[in-house]
C-alpha cells in the first residue's frame, strides 16, 4: 500500500512540476473528452467532444476512455468511439488512456483517504437501502436526497473495526464510502471556478457518504476522474451541465488528494424531437446512424451545433 501510494505521488509531483515550468510561459488549455465504452457515440456525445476540443490550445485535446464497469463495456464500442471521433476530424494525443489500464493510480489513491481515517467499508445492498430508508418514519418528502437520489442513510457507517474486518474476511460483498462531513472538516471551506456560473462553494455534503469504490472495482467515477485529470494535467474540464453538481465532490476529492484544481466549463445538453436529453438507447441520434444514412461529417458537426466555417 505504501509503495503504491509513493508511486501515485511521484507522478503527480511531476506533474506538478511541470506545471511550475509551464507557468514561466503562457498557460495551455488541456481539455479532456472521456467518453464509456457502453454503445455508439450520439450527437450529445459529438457536441461534447467538439466542444471540449474547441476550448483545448492545439495538441491539447485529450480523448480517455472510462472503462472501469466490466459488465457493461465492450471493446467494440471503445472501437466504434475512436472511429467516429476520428470521423467527425477530432484529433487528439496518444497513448489514450484507458482506465481499466490504471487501477493501481485509483488503488494508491483510496489507500492514501484509509489511510486518512475517512472511508469505512459499507456491505448494504441497493434493496436493503431503499428497506432502510422506508422504514426510518420520514414522510416523502422528507427524505433527504441529493444529486445522485437519496442519500444513504449511514447504516454501516457505525460498525465496530472488528465487525468491519470479519464481514469483509468472510468475502461479503461492500463498497468504500467516503465520510464526507468528516472529510469536508479536514479540508476546510473550498471553492472551484466554473466559467459559466463563477466562483461556486464546495458543499459535498448534498452527496452524503458517496461510495469511491467497490469490492472487485477500487473506484467510482467520482474518484476515477479526479485522479485521472490531475495526472493527465487537465486545466479545463468540459462536460455537460448534468455533471454540475458532480464538482462538489471532485473539489474536496482534489483538496484531500493535495491535487491541482481545474478550471470548469458545463456546456449544455442536446435534446431529442421529445426535449429529452439523448440517452444511448437513442438509435436514431447516433453518429454510427448518421454515417449510415448518408450524413457528412460536416453535417454532423452542424446537427451536434457546430458549424464549419466559411
Not at 509503495?3 to 503527480?12: G, K
Request: net charge negative; charged share 20%.
Amino acid at each position: 500500500m505504501g509503495l503504491r501510494c509513493q508511486n501515485f505521488y511521484t507522478a503527480i509531483a511531476s506533474l506538478l512540476a511541470s506545471r511550475q515550468l509551464c507557468s514561466m510561459s503562457a498557460p495551455a488549455a488541456i481539455t479532456r473528452f472521456a467518453p464509456s465504452p457502453t454503445g455508439y457515440l450520439h450527437l450529445g456525445h459529438a457536441h461534447s467532444a467538439l466542444f471540449s476540443a474547441a476550448q483545448a490550445d492545439v495538441g491539447g485535446f485529450l480523448l480517455r476512455i472510462e472503462d472501469i464497469d466490466p459488465g457493461r463495456c465492450r471493446p467494440e464500442f471503445e472501437a466504434a468511439i475512436l472511429d467516429d471521433l476520428a470521423w467527425l476530424g477530432l484529433e487528439w494525443q496518444t497513448p489514450v488512456r484507458r482506465q481499466s489500464d490504471h487501477m493501481e493510480d485509483y488503488r494508491a489513491a483510496l489507500a492514501q483517504l484509509q489511510n486518512l481515517g475517512l472511508l469505512y467499508p459499507c456491505f448494504c445492498t441497493r434493496k436493503q437501502i431503499q428497506h432502510e430508508i422506508a422504514h426510518a418514519g420520514h414522510a416523502p418528502h422528507d427524505i433527504p436526497s441529493g444529486p445522485d437520489g437519496t442519500l444513504y442513510p449511514g447504516t454501516c457507517r457505525h460498525l465496530s473495526l472488528s465487525e468491519q474486518s470479519a464481514r469483509i474476511a468472510a468475502g461479503e460483498a461492500h463498497a468504500f464510502r467516503l465520510k464526507t462531513d468528516a472529510a469536508a472538516a479536514k479540508a476546510g471551506p473550498l471553492t472551484w471556478h466554473d466559467r459559466t456560473a463563477g466562483e461556486q462553494r464546495a458543499t459535498p455534503e448534498i452527496f452524503g457518504d458517496v461510495v469511491l469504490a467497490r469490492k472487485d472495482t477500487p473506484t467510482s467515477y467520482h474518484l476515477a476522474v479526479t485522479v485521472d485529470d490531475a495526472i493527465q494535467g487537465v486545466t479545463l474540464v468540459t462536460r455537460g451541465e448534468d455533471l454540475f453538481a458532480a464538482s462538489h465532490v471532485h473539489r474536496l476529492l482534489q483538496a484531500l488528494l493535495e491535487l491541482p484544481t481545474p478550471d470548469y466549463f458545463h456546456h449544455g445538453l442536446i435534446a431529442g424531437p421529445d426535449g429529452k436529453r439523448l440517452a444511448k438507447r437513442d438509435q436514431g441520434a447516433t453518429i454510427r446512424h448518421l454515417r449510415e444514412s448518408g450524413k457528412t461529417p460536416a453535417q454532423v458537426r452542424a446537427l451536434a451545433g457546430f458549424e464549419d466555417d466559411g
